[in-house]
């Protein structure tokens, strides 16, 4: 019973000593770099080395705050990049949370790969985007017209009145042509606002891959086939 009693005032000790450098960490930067908005810092594998996230990239620095480093930690016991995790945990979401009957849906293909847009028809980079997701093959892609821009809201709405609004989409963001529908229909315009106001989502285009990791921005069809590759998709 002794035994047991010390080992958790132990562990006890250690994880408060571990919050204490983290805090400390706090502490520094926000008396010495009060600008400077660095998230979710946390001890790392390297004694005296603290991982956090800076404009959607992982950073390491000391407990004095002084530096920053930017790059790839590897564990030489296995050759594993901590980065690549601390990457993929920051910047992911529960795919099985996301409505996915309140998208737009195209199939390529067999479908067999899948990942969502949030998308805004008046967003040039998401028109970007639009040209590079249609060069890819197999893949079932679930565009959430997300209408950031107030222009976007009523012509989104309209998308959903069309006998086939995965069309009227692609006629829209591809091609600029209105729906040619007046009426009013249910749709999940608002609801995908909430959506990705919940995730977080500040910008236009984003990417979804199945395994929940995000990426922001329109990236070429090439870098999205290596990404899958990468993530094991």
């Keep these: 019973m002794i035994k047991k009693t010390l080992a958790f005032a132990l562990v006890s000790f250690i994880s408060s000593l571990s919050l204490a450098n983290v805090d400390t960490i706090k502490s520094n930067l ?13 001890a790392t594998d390297m004694k005296g080395i603290y991982s956090g996230s800076m404009d959607g990239q992982v950073v390491y620095l ?24 601390l990457v993929l945990k920051q ?3 529960d795919w099985k949370k996301l409505p996915l009957q309140d998208a737009v849906k195209s199939v390529r293909g067999n479908g067999k ?6 998308s805004d028809p008046n967003c040039p980079y998401c028109k970007q985007l639009e040209a590079e997701l249609s060069k890819l093959n197999d893949v079932t892609i679930y565009t959430f017209i997300y209408p950031i821009k107030t222009q976007s809201i009523a012509v989104s709405k309209q998308v959903f009145c069309e006998k086939d609004p995965a069309l009227a989409w692609s006629n829209l963001i591809s091609k600029g042509i209105q729906p040619s529908s007046k009426k009013t229909c249910a749709n999940p315009v608002e609801r995908n606002l909430s959506l990705g106001k919940s995730l977080g989502l500040t910008g236009t285009p984003a990417i979804i ?20 590759k990468e993530l094991g998709l």
Excluded: C
Aim: avoid cysteine; glycine fraction near 6%.
């Design 30 to 42: 926000s008396k010495q770099h009060p600008k400077l908005n660095i998230e979710n810092i946390q």
């Design 62 to 85: 000391g407990e004095d705050a002084q530096h920053i480093l930017v790059g790839s930690m590897y564990r030489l016991s296995d050759q594993k990049n901590l980065t690549q995790d």
């Design 91 to 93: 910047n992911s979401i």
């Design 113 to 118: 790969r899948q990942i969502a847009i949030f």
């Design 209 to 228: 891959f199945s395994n929940g990791f995000k990426v922001m921005g329109s990236h070429p069809a090439q870098e999205i086939e290596q990404m899958w």
